[in-house]
């Protein structure tokens, strides 16, 4: 897996680091073009970046950093070698908890630098593919933009896990600010390895790359659909070749993008431009220490403390704002499953149809959690708070909750007294239907029950 | 143009040894600008003033210093007789006229060394010269319609005889196979020659040798002699691998009226001896 560090400049130079599709090469300099006479600097952001990630996926970070070049001619390539880390990665050995059990290890995590992106054009397959295009558009303001490389062990055994695997990598990357994980803008790339075997074989056999990738489905499409391609070729005795396959997400197959008979050769000598360079235990404690509580660590704490289900578990700390909105509204002192329920339920709702972000919501939690005590209470009911929520939601309201209720003359009635002149009323209008519930109809009642609501505008206190 | 990343550095020519050390002074120190600062930490420009006013009207002003000669130059199968007796005269007058301690020291085999230099940098500088594709800059002439095939037409019209050899070498010595033999005993090479000054530097002040093992070529006697030349840089590589500061100043000249170069290697910093 490659994200892109959120860093506001890149790795080896001071350009700004940025996705700007429409502005090709607006972000450049001689350093990330390359040119003569150009040194790189290490930013330092992405060294503290790179290392909260790896300590994030609890690997061991290494006591010193040392860059490496991998030398190979490519015109997205400006200075036809890639300044990346070889056999002193920053970061190894760790794992992640997958949210629906299961662990996978982490080999490594190391820092190198993006490459151009190129636009093929005027292929006969309008696909953009290199093959058939007539000639390439290079868009360098993307050379340079730093890199975190990721790779798994072999411990995945699915295409589910896979897909999973990646969605809570780039849950974990988001929450400590890392980067923002976007696959469809490029921030995140993920290539699957595959290889089978038989089992109670050890032996791991040639695998297969599968690159084109472009979400989480395509991700566990593809696995899968290669966990049987092999399979097959087995089957019929066949061998599978060490191969690199793009995935096409409308055909749902993959087609061979290149042979590769054993590893390229690289080159690799350590970067003369960039001193190695010692990493000091305190600095990393310092960045341990800044880390933010965890997605896995989050779960973990929701089910002990608040008892609430795995499937609302599961939403709330999907997204880091969401959780830090539940966890303030709870802090205001609301039952927290009161608070899950109205947040994933009517809020959610809210947000989704507006196309708005949680920090966007103009309902403060200290408002929610107003509103949620005063049903509690019996000061409101849960039907009068539902039509409430829309004047909190957008905001039209300044004040607190309760003032709002008194605006409205919305106080829950609860004296069984006046709840019985309305009964009453009721009860006087629908005589037919009286005499339908004296001989047997005893349905009925919730009709009486919400006739009887209606009447009090829904104030009266249903119970 | 970068060359070998780990080996270039600024290599000013002057007519006098004060105007060098002027040239020092501007030099040495931090680079906040551009953070090409080779060490961090407080390391002292040497005063130029104050080390003239040292040696101002002093009759023996190398006393106290102790100067190694590196025994093994002397010895080098390629070192021309006048090229020796021009330094050997140098050194005496060291020891003689101006007060200093002349001692023999030992660096060895100085033919692995220059080869590992050669290695060391031809490697460096494959990488470094990758660049130069056709792609971003450069002229890409007609039919150019790939970046394979404009850049195997500029890298083969444009680099010249010599550095496409040591473009072709330094790749070489970098592949897989050949990187244990070539580049990591080069390096492995480099990082002991480090200790080795090390130790000698704990007895002795300064070291001093030729600068080459003859006067200049010929024009036209380089190309002669092909890889063979390489070798003649065995007296200047050693400073070199090992980031020591070094001062080359005529001596005399030979028979034909070549000058004969000098070579004063100092310690880590001591730019000031």
């Not at chain 1, 920053?90 to 982490?106: A, C, D, E, H, Y």
């Not at chain 1, 032996?203 to 990738?213: A, D, H």
Request: charged letters at 25%; aromatic letters at 6%; a neutral charge.
């Amino acid at each position: 897996i490659h994200v892109q560090l959120l860093t506001n400049s890149k790795a080896y130079c001071s350009c700004k680091s940025l996705y700007a599709p429409n502005e090709p090469n607006s972000n450049v300099c001689p350093v990330c073009m390359g040119e003569p006479g150009a040194l790189p600097v290490p930013n330092r952001k992405v060294i503290e970046l790179a290392a909260k990630t790896a300590l994030a996926l609890n690997c061991k970070i290494s006591d010193s950093l040392k860059w490496d070049r991998k030398n190979y001619f490519y015109p997205d390539t400006p200075k036809n070698y890639q300044i990346t880390q070889y056999d002193n990665p920053i970061g190894s050995n760790g794992t992640v908890q997958l949210p629906f059990g299961g662990k996978v290890g982490i080999q490594r995590l190391h820092m190198e630098e993006d490459s151009a992106k190129m636009n093929h054009q005027n292929s006969e397959s309008s696909s953009g593919s290199l093959s058939g295009s007539l000639y390439s558009l290079i868009d360098f303001n993307r050379a340079g933009i730093p890199l975190a490389e990721i790779v798994s062990e072999p411990d995945i055994t699915s295409g589910l896990s896979a897909a999973e695997y990646g969605k809570e990598l780039q849950r974990i990357l988001r929450y400590i600010g890392a980067s923002d994980g976007n696959m469809a803008e490029g921030s995140m790339r993920l290539d699957v390895n595959v290889s089978i075997r038989e089992k109670g074989s050890n032996e791991l056999r040639n695998k297969v790359e599968l690159k084109n990738l472009n979400s989480f489905r395509a991700v566990q499409e593809s696995t899968d659909h290669e966990i049987i391609r092999q399979a097959k070729l087995y089957e019929e005795g066949q061998r599978v070749r060490q191969e690199t396959r793009l995935w096409d997400d409308k055909a749902k197959v993959s087609k061979i993008m290149r042979v590769k008979e054993g590893e390229s050769d690289y080159r690799y000598f350590p970067e003369p431009d960039i001193p190695a360079m010692k990493l000091p235990k305190e600095v990393v404690k310092k960045w341990k220490s800044e880390l933010s509580e965890l997605p896995s660590e989050k779960r973990s704490r929701y089910k002990a403390e608040f008892g609430l289900s795995d499937a609302d578990i599961e939403i709330l700390t999907d997204d880091k704002d969401l959780s830090s909105y539940f966890e303030s509204t709870v802090e205001f002192g609301s039952d927290p499953k009161e608070v899950s329920k109205w947040l994933l339920g009517d809020v959610s709702g809210y947000i989704n149809s507006n196309r708005i972000q949680v920090k966007d919501l103009r309902l403060t939690p200290e408002r929610l959690s107003e509103l949620i005590v005063l049903i509690k209470s019996k000061k409101i009911s849960g039907k009068i708070a539902k039509e409430l929520l829309p004047e909190l939601l957008n905001g039209s309201f300044d004040g607190t909750v309760a003032e709002l209720v008194r605006e409205k003359g919305m106080e829950l009635i609860t004296d069984e007294k006046v709840i019985e002149t309305f009964a009453r009323e009721v009860i006087g209008k629908n005589s037919n239907k009286v005499s339908e519930y004296r001989s047997g109809k005893t349905k009925l009642l919730g009709f009486f029950a919400g006739q009887t609501l209606a009447v009090s505008n829904n104030r009266a206190d249903p119970e | 143009i970068a060359y070998a990343s780990s080996l270039d550095c600024i290599g000013p020519i002057a007519r006098s040894v004060s105007d060098a050390a002027i040239l020092l002074e501007v030099m040495a120190g931090a680079d906040v600008r551009f953070d090409s600062t080779s060490e961090e930490g407080q390391i002292a420009v040497p005063s130029i003033k104050a080390i003239q006013n040292q040696l101002k009207g002093n009759k023996t002003p190398l006393k106290g210093l102790r100067i190694g000669v590196i025994k093994e130059a002397f010895q080098a199968k390629n070192l021309s007789n006048e090229v020796a007796s021009a330094v050997k005269e140098s050194t005496d007058a060291m020891e003689r006229k101006l007060g200093a301690e002349i001692v023999d020291v030992s660096l060895t085999d100085l033919k692995a060394k220059c080869a590992a230099y050669y290695i060391n940098a031809l490697s460096e500088a494959s990488a470094n010269l990758a660049r130069y594709d056709g792609v971003r800059y450069g002229k890409r002439g007609v039919g150019s319609t790939s970046m394979k095939v404009a850049s195997r037409r500029i890298r083969s019209e444009e680099f010249g005889d010599e550095v496409r050899q040591r473009i072709l070498v330094g790749t070489f010595s970098l592949s897989a196979g050949y990187s244990d033999k070539y580049y990591n005993k080069a390096m492995a090479i480099r990082r002991n020659l480090s200790q080795e000054f090390k130790k000698i530097f704990s007895g002795v002040d300064v070291l001093v040798c030729p600068s080459s093992p003859t006067t200049a070529y010929k024009l036209g006697d380089y190309f002669k002699k092909g890889v063979k030349s390489y070798e003649d840089d065995l007296l200047t590589v050693p400073a070199s691998l090992a980031g020591l500061p070094a001062i080359s100043l005529p001596c005399g000249t030979d028979q034909a009226g070549m000058p004969i170069g000098l070579q004063i290697i100092g310690n880590k910093w001591r730019e000031d001896q």
